[in-house]
């Protein structure tokens, strides 16, 4: 088995092994992941952090040892804390990182892939927060155009969104709604859930499509067009824009 890293700001995971293939995800700097398949322009990987599936381009991922996939993997998982920042070089080259990428091997401002080393000054998250945290990081998001794939504030998607926001709170979801649907303990009613629970909508089929965090007083906090605040009743999102339903509800849940 082969491992890698993402040693650029942000990566698309794509669908097949094409550039015009859909990208179904974002694989952020410093990411480890397990690499399945390997071509010469593509290799297929399994995310460490979530294990989602998808193809990367091979200049945009680096191989590491083994050894170190297994450290990075045991180690606690530090990350980046401003919406926007850089680390730099040792021969002072400068990668701009969003909210979010790992930092592998962090101490004392260092950091490493290999045999490179960066520097990093600023705020990092790391351990577990509580609720309060969780939405005051997700108005981090706040106004993020929606991207399919996406997962940082410059584009991101509804299961993005959530997932990123209990990441970086030292939480693990799933990649998309539907699995993310599959966690935490689910609650009757509305009026049982609090600040920063996920709410689950679904489709007429009865798919589960979109999810958001819950805030105080019956709003909810989600991606649809952009990161907005909305009204949350027993029906479902209630978008005061539109004037109208635009997301029924399915289920609410409780992760933490």
Known sequence: MLFGICNLSIVPLRAD?????????????GEIFE????????????LNFDSFEGYIDN????????????????NENVYVAEILDFISSAKNNLITLPIGAH????????????????????????GKSNKKDILKTAFTFLNAPYLWGGKTPFGIDCSG???????LCGYQLFRNAKDQATQGIVLSFIEESEAGDLAFFDNEEG????????????????????????????????????QKHTHKLRVIKKMI
């Open 103 to 126: 930092l592998p091997f962090f101490n004392n401002g260092q950091l490493r892939i290999n045999n490179q080393q960066y520097t990093y000054e600023n705020a990092v998250f790391n």
């Open 59 to 74: 200049k945009q991922f680096i191989e590491i040892s083994e050894a170190d996939y297994v450290r990075l993997k045991n």
């Open 161 to 167: 969104f959530t997932q990123m926001v209990y990441k």
């Open 17 to 29: 092994k094409t550039e015009k293939s859909e990208m179904t995800s974002q694989v952020l700097f």
């Open 207 to 242: 798919e589960i499509t979109h999810v958001g965090i819950i805030l105080n007083d019956y709003h909810i906090i989600h991606a649809y067009g952009k990161v907005r605040i909305d009204t949350l009743d027993h029906s479902g999102i209630f978008n005061a824009d539109l």
């Open 35 to 46: 690499i399945l398949e390997t071509e010469k322009l593509w290799s297929k990987v399994r």
